[in-house]
């Protein structure tokens, strides 16, 4: 008996130690698990990189406007916030006896700014070959060439702030003077400051610099992918929206105030005139509604006031635009996009009073290969001149619809030969899409002037032949057909050739030849 009760004795007082161990180890691993452990580095999240679509130029689908649509290059995606470290496992709780005071936390570190940084490079490369281009049967009246441009830019973001630079050079091949020359021709294309705020309803930004424009219908303002330096603006622009309403507005400088000598034509120095300008500026405000998917609405006001300059000593004009615009989709596969204008103002010392109107409708058959069918007219006013080319227009007012800083390519023929003045238009396309990747389109145009006394311009607004004849009673200027195929096998790449025939008319015959024109083009666009 008194064994046992030594043997447990002995027990009790390891039992008792070893519970005594057992809480110190506890005690031990709690202080452990208290003591603030060092955060490891936080790893910043990348951000995708969108790629910007390359807008054809042949006629697109009027586009939805119920964002925005911003000049400048598709911005990067917002990079996420820093990840927090990975949590540890909750400890056990101590005993009471145990317990230590925890620890006090660590200030915290403030957060770092992100700024995400975005690369831009874009290659442009187009050859064309115009036979005939003078309507002349005259062996070797062909004109060849072909102009590359290189676009490189960097985009910077922080928060609701972005910042965007992008140098371009131009050149047609074999334009230097040799092989190992250097001519200067590299130029800053856009560079700008932006601030935005995105929210679940509203949306705003705010662009100062210099900046892409495009807004609807691209018609009157463009950025103009088909030229090969493109064009870009000098001005503030601001945009936002509301739900289904919004507005976008901008005011831009194209030439500062300057002063100049003007020479006297007999060459008397004493007769020169010194002339100072307040400079040239341009702007527009355009309302717009997407009240249903069937009906979006555009109201624009879009002026311009011009000075003379050491270049252009004889421009002046003061000229304000304003116009409707209505679209939609209201059936599945059929699309419409009317559009009219009205100007008023002064040009060129002359009162000026112009019209434009514009009207399109599109099928697309819901069927295999998305056969399509689109109807176009286009019209706009022009001047009707009393005299001959050689002693000028003589008109006593102006009626020729001004074009502002429009499309110049494929809208009103892909031979290039008409442009949005002094100008009747019907137009037919059939479309097809054999693949995803590829659209085909074959399009009649026949081509009228609507003063058949006033001026044929092409789209850089040179005459055609002999510019006009004040005889001339017929309107009609040719027949054309063109192909376009667009095949888009990446998105980051664009690829066009197409192919136009000019058939001149009894107007056409008389003012630059019965000979028809071939235009033959290759365009590629490779974006990154």
């Known amino acids: 008996m008194r064994g046992r009760l030594r043997h447990r004795g002995w027990a009790a007082r390891l039992g008792a130690s070893g519970l005594a161990l057992l809480v110190a180890a506890q005690a031990t691993a709690a202080s452990a698990w208290a003591a603030p452990a060092p955060a490891p580095e936080q790893p910043r999240a990348a951000s995708e990189v969108p790629l910007e679509p390359i807008a054809a130029p042949s006629t697109p689908e009027p586009s939805s406007p119920s964002k925005p649509e911003s000049a400048a290059p ?10 927090p470290p990975p949590e540890l496992p909750e400890p056990a709780p101590a005993p009471a006896a145990a317990a230590t005071e925890p620890a006090p936390a660590p200030a915290e570190a403030k ?42 830019g960097v985009l910077a973001e922080t928060g609701p702030v972005r910042v965007y630079g992008e140098f371009q050079d131009v050149r047609v091949w074999g ?7 250097n001519e200067a021709n590299v130029d800053l294309h856009q560079g700008y400051l932006e601030f935005h705020k995105e929210g679940p309803r509203a949306r705003g930004s705010l662009t100062i610099g ?7 219908s691209r018609r009157l303002f463009v950025d103009r992918p088909w030229a090969p330096a493109g ?13 289904k309403f919004g507005f976008d507005a901008a005011a831009i400088m194209l030439a500062p105030p300057t002063d100049f000598t003007l020479a006297d034509p007999g060459g008397d120095p004493a007769l020169d005139q010194k002339i100072h300008t307040r400079g040239s500026y341009t702007g527009y405000v355009q309302l717009y509604a997407n009240l249903h998917e069937a009906v979006n609405v555009e109201g624009l006001v879009l002026g311009i006031s011009e000075r003379p300059t050491a270049a252009k000593p004889t421009i002046e004009r003061d000229i304000l635009n304003s116009g409707l615009r209505i679209f939609g ?18 040009n060129l010392g002359l009162r000026h009073r112009a019209f434009a109107g514009m009207g399109t409708v599109t099928y697309t058959f819901p069927v295999r290969l998305e056969p399509g069918l689109s109807l176009r007219y286009n019209y706009a006013t022009g001047d009707a001149c009393t005299g001959t080319p050689a002693d000028g227009c003589g008109n006593t007012q102006s009626r020729e619809f001004y074009r502002f800083f429009g499309l110049q390519h494929a809208r009103y023929g892909v031979a290039d030969l008409a442009a949005l003045s002094n100008l009747r238009s019907l137009e037919a396309t059939a479309h097809l899409r054999p693949h995803e990747t590829l659209n085909l389109d074959l399009t009649y145009q026949f081509l009228q002037l609507d003063q058949p006394t006033g001026a044929w311009r092409d789209v850089t607004t040179r005459l055609v032949g002999a510019g006009w004849d004040p005889t001339n009673q017929d309107r009609s200027l040719a027949h054309e057909l063109d192909f376009v195929a667009t095949y888009r096998p990446l998105k980051q790449l664009f690829i066009q050739p197409a192919y136009a025939l000019v058939v001149p008319l009894g107007g056409g015959q008389a003012l ?17």
């Not at 598709?74 to 990840?83: I, L, S």
């Not at 700024?115 to 187009?126: D, G, L, S, V």
């Not at 334009?175 to 020359?181: D, K, L, P, R």
Request: no cysteine; glycine share 8%.
């Open 74 to 83: 598709a911005a990067p995606a917002q990079a996420d916030a820093e990840a």
């Open 210 to 216: 210099r900046q892409e424009i495009v807004f609807g």
């Open 111 to 152: 957060a770092k700014p992100l700024i995400n940084f975005t690369p831009r490079a874009q290659y442009w490369i187009r050859g064309t070959s115009r036979l005939n281009s003078k309507f002349s049967p005259d062996p070797g009246d062909r004109v060849s060439a072909v102009a590359q441009r290189v676009r490189l």
């Open 231 to 243: 064009q870009s603006f000098d001005g503030v622009r601001a945009q936002g929206a509301l739900g």
């Open 329 to 346: 989709k209201p059936l599945p596969g059929l699309s419409y996009d009317l559009e009219a204008y009205g100007q008023t103002g002064r």
């Open 175 to 181: 334009f230097e003077s040799s092989t190992v020359s």
């Open 512 to 528: 630059a030849g019965s000979e028809p024109q071939h235009l033959l083009y290759l365009w590629m666009i490779a974006k990154y």
